[in-house]
């Protein structure tokens, strides 16, 4: 076990087989074995009181517990007993009182409203990664696997979930106003998987092509927004059995809308929570594009974990990048295979890719592969790398090893381990066993160092023959790696040309520092382009005449969107890195007049919208926007406001985007049009249609005044639907009075706002304006305490962080940042507040090194055209 070499876990002389657990006042029972006689039983347990414990061997004598010692900052009990148990197996009895709390992990109490109005409060688990201990005692890591007997006792007014269908419902003997509902027994599975819910619940229910049931539970009302996710559930179930060829292994599956859920998503075998109910519901006349691709991808990405990941299990801690990894890679080929209408691949580049090609050039990454010790570590590593590096690479494997033979290699790891543990050496055994090709070596020098390669590449025309010249060196966020002992990686290299870009012309797998290679028969008119469909995890620096060469394929769209997208991307963050001028990019910006595609400008505009920010911390920020307008103006005119017949997911998408983007930026016809439709909206006169109303609201608040926010929060307070709620959080920040700041940061802490919904506020006045970043700041320095309180432990508290601050310019930025955490300590956030301060001092070098050549550039386009040479 891999555990070892990190982690002093539980002792191994004790295994359990099976739990039986009946959860009111708890009662558990373990048949279990002892492997070496002992007189102790460590345990792992958190925030629990044990009452009574005792040991039954097979046909002996019932044995008490004499002693309890507590191990909390190990979260760890041991057990006495005034006598060794004896080498065989037994029953474990332990009686015991838990805490239903308002922590959101482990058996919590989750507030939401009833139809009536009135709050109430239901009661479900969250045990991934280590908080199963906080519901029950319990060997809670994810190698110690056992079969599970739930009961529960609960309301009989009240739906009762668990992973299993159940099997006996009836009266609670000393209780009428209870009921004793028994599930079935479990497969073999860790103790993470394991889950209970409580509440009221409406559902809808279908069946997939291949027999298995899916419901999907929703909050009473609401059973009508169910529908979209179990579509894809159904869709989705057969595709998986297809693509493992591994049946799914019982028959059936429900997924459920939690209102507040830490997680946001999160994976129990046969139950599903999805939480943040924007996860699961959608309202067909009041949910959004972008809000039902969001649903799809979330559907996809838990059901690929019944296979990978419960199916098969990570043997620690350490592996998990490898379970979220894939689901987040395999959720894109669900989505592609459901509705291809998205273009969903093109999507992950923008959404996945790049973000972790970002964070991963900072020296205060990490490897994909962590070794986790404590297992209070492992929260750190739920991160981009662990989930958007880790699809990226295995999307890059997917393409090098070729569909056919990571299927087959799939196909053997789950059928080899199903019900078992393994490691990632595990599957690339069985991926290299079915290629032939050296995928342990290759995947290694990817998941075991951070960082990757710039690809650098020059070219020679030799008579008919192209040759190229490629080398490798580490990226770095602040340029190139300079010192000794540059890494390497084994790269997958493809090679395109304008003959036919959608083709590879030439492989190969780049093993060292640099090679030479020939391509025959090339033109000197034709073009190439390295990294055909931007999947391999690297950036690419070309020589200015191959740049040169490839500029007029963007402007004509021969390259393909990805490519178009791929190469502005690469230029843009060797700007940031000072390793070319960010002029450059703002040229290469100006050539994407033409450019059709929702993914492609959604890129764009957030490069832009990284720029926007930096700019605003000079005087020429004013500038900036009228690039925005003038680049943005032509799709926005032609798309217009309203939906045109025959129009499909993405233009929708790109509309919302296109508007709302003119909208921020001041554009006049566009704030008109925003208001105007915005007064509709409010007077009930012509409803706004989900996909406008981003755009809308954002613009109206952006140029808005007290009368406009006091609307937006009427409207929120109104609002039926968690979308909706959540829509108008996240835009409340941009409007732009320091006063109207301070209210929105005061309702951020507010009842209106769930706790999780919290952050999404702050960052939306963090993002907005340069008043609003130091605002926002403030706000949680001088709120930290509450904050913490809140989010300590899990993922939020790293989220708030990095939103708070990242916007940041000024050198003394960074070392504010680094005093108040020196002071204020947030164990789970540290990484994310070296990365912060890190990015703090490269926007600072940026803006140094650039600013006065992106002032000339912006006040020169002003007095004469684009050179069409761009």
């Known amino acids: 076990n891999s555990r070892a070499t990190y982690f002093s876990g539980l002792p191994a002389n004790v295994s359990v087989l099976h739990y039986g657990s009946c959860i009111k006042p708890v009662t558990l029972f373990y048949p279990k074995s002892v492997r070496q006689a002992t007189n102790q039983i460590v345990m792992n347990c958190a925030d629990i009181d044990i009452i009574t414990a005792s040991f039954s061997p097979e046909g002996g004598e019932e044995i008490s517990a004499t002693g309890f010692n507590y191990q909390n900052e190990d979260e760890k009990v041991t057990l006495s007993f005034p006598s060794a148990l004896q080498k065989g197996s037994g029953i474990l009895r ?100 394991v889950a209970f819910v409580i509440g009221e619940y409406d559902f809808v229910e279908s069946r997939s092509s291949d027999g298995i049931t899916v419901r999907v539970y929703t909050p009473v009302g609401k059973a009508e927004q169910g529908k979209f996710a179990l579509e894809v559930a159904t869709k989705t179930l057969p595709f998986y059995k297809d693509y493992f060829n591994v049946p799914y292994p019982l028959p059936k599956i429900d997924l459920i809308a939690i209102a507040d859920f830490a997680a946001g998503k999160y994976m129990n075998l046969l139950l599903i929570f999805c939480g943040l109910e924007t996860a699961l519901l959608i309202d067909p006349k009041n949910s959004c594009s972008s809000s039902r691709q969001w649903v799809a991808l979330v559907v996809g990405h838990e059901l690929a974990h019944q296979w990978f990941g419960n199916l098969v299990t990570m043997e620690w801690w350490t592996h998990l990048w490898l379970n979220e990894g894939f689901a987040s890679w395999i959720e894109y080929l669900c989505v592609d295979h459901c509705f291809p209408e998205y273009d969903i691949w093109t999507q992950f580049v923008s959404a996945d890719y790049t973000r972790a090609l970002e964070l991963d050039a900072l020296d205060n990454s990490h490897p994909i592969e962590v070794s986790v010790g404590h297992p209070s570590e492992v929260d750190e590593i739920f991160d981009a790398i662990s989930y958007s590096k880790g699809a990226s690479v295995i999307r890059m494997l997917h393409s090098y090893i070729g569909d056919e033979d990571f299927r087959k290699g799939m196909n053997s790891y789950l059928l080899k381990f199903q019900h078992k543990n393994a490691s990632t050496e595990h599957l690339w055994e069985c991926l290299e066993e079915a290629s032939g090709k050296p995928v342990g070596a290759v995947m290694s020098s990817w998941t075991t160092q951070m960082g990757f390669p710039i690809i650098v590449v020059d070219e020679e025309q030799q008579g008919e023959d192209r040759v190229l010249k490629i080398s490798q060196k580490k990226f770095c966020a602040s340029g190139l790696h300079d010192g000794e002992n540059c890494p390497t990686w084994m790269v997958p290299i493809s090679i395109c040309t304008s003959e036919d870009p959608s083709c590879t012309k030439l492989s190969l797998l780049l093993d060292s520092a640099e090679t030479t290679v020939s391509l025959s028969n090339i033109p000197t008119s034709n073009w190439l382009k390295i990294n055909p469909g931007t999947v391999g995890f690297y950036r690419v620096q070309y020589s200015s005449a191959m740049l040169e060469s490839l500029l007029p394929a963007i402007r004509d769209l021969t390259l393909l969107p990805v490519d178009r997208l791929g190469l502005q991307n690469d230029l843009f963050s060797l700007a940031r890195a000072g390793m070319i001028s960010t002029v450059e990019v703002l040229k290469l910006m100006e050539a994407f007049v033409n450019e059709p595609n929702y993914t492609v400008w959604s890129d764009l505009s957030c490069n832009l919208g990284v720029l926007s920010s930096l700019l605003s911390h000079t005087d020429f920020h004013e500038e900036i926007q009228d690039l925005i307008r003038d680049l943005f103006t032509p799709v926005g005119e032609n798309l217009g406001w309203d939906s045109k017949q025959g129009e499909g997911h993405l233009d929708a998408l790109l509309r919302g985007l296109v508007l709302g983007k003119l909208g921020k930026a001041g554009h006049k016809p566009t704030l008109e049009e925003a208001r105007r439709r915005f007064k509709d909206h409010v007077e009930g006169k012509n409803t706004l249609s989900a996909d406008l109303r981003s755009p809308v609201y954002l613009t109206v608040l952006k140029h808005g005044d007290s009368g406009t926010l006091d609307t937006m929060m009427k409207l929120h307070k109104q609002a039926d639907m968690q979308e909706e709620k959540n829509r108008i959080e996240r835009v409340l920040g941009a409007i732009s009075s320091p006063e109207l700041i301070q209210k929105v940061l005061a309702f951020a802490l507010s009842d209106e706002v769930r706790p999780q919904d919290t952050v999404s506020v702050i960052g939306g006045v963090a993002s907005s304006s340069k008043h609003g970043r130091k605002a926002a700041w403030k706000f949680v320095k001088d709120n930290w305490d509450e904050l913490h309180n809140r989010y300590q432990g899990g993922f939020l508290i790293s989220r708030l962080i990095k939103l708070s601050v990242d916007g940041f310019a000024v050198d003394k930025m960074a070392a504010d940042v680094k005093s108040f955490f020196e002071s204020h300590q947030a164990p789970a956030a540290e990484r994310t507040i070296q990365q912060c301060c890190e990015n703090i001092l490269l926007n600072a070098a940026w803006l140094k090194r650039d600013a006065d050549d992106i002032h000339e550039y912006l006040l020169k386009r002003k007095t004469q055209p684009a050179s069409p040479s761009v």
């Open 94 to 193: 332990i009686d015991y009182v838990g805490e239903l709390n308002d922590k959101m992990k482990g058996f919590y109490r989750s507030k939401y409203t009833a139809p009536s109005g009135e709050v109430r409060f239901a009661a479900v688990t969250q045990f991934e990664a280590t908080d199963a201990r906080r519901a029950f005692p319990c060997w809670d890591e994810p190698a110690i696997k056992a079969t599970f007997d739930i009961t529960l006792i609960v309301p009989k007014d009240r739906v009762a979930l668990s992973n299993m269908n159940v099997i006996d419902r009836k009266p609670y003997p000393n209780d009428e106003s209870l009921v004793e509902v028994k599930f079935a027994r479990t497969p073999v599975m860790s103790t993470y998987l």
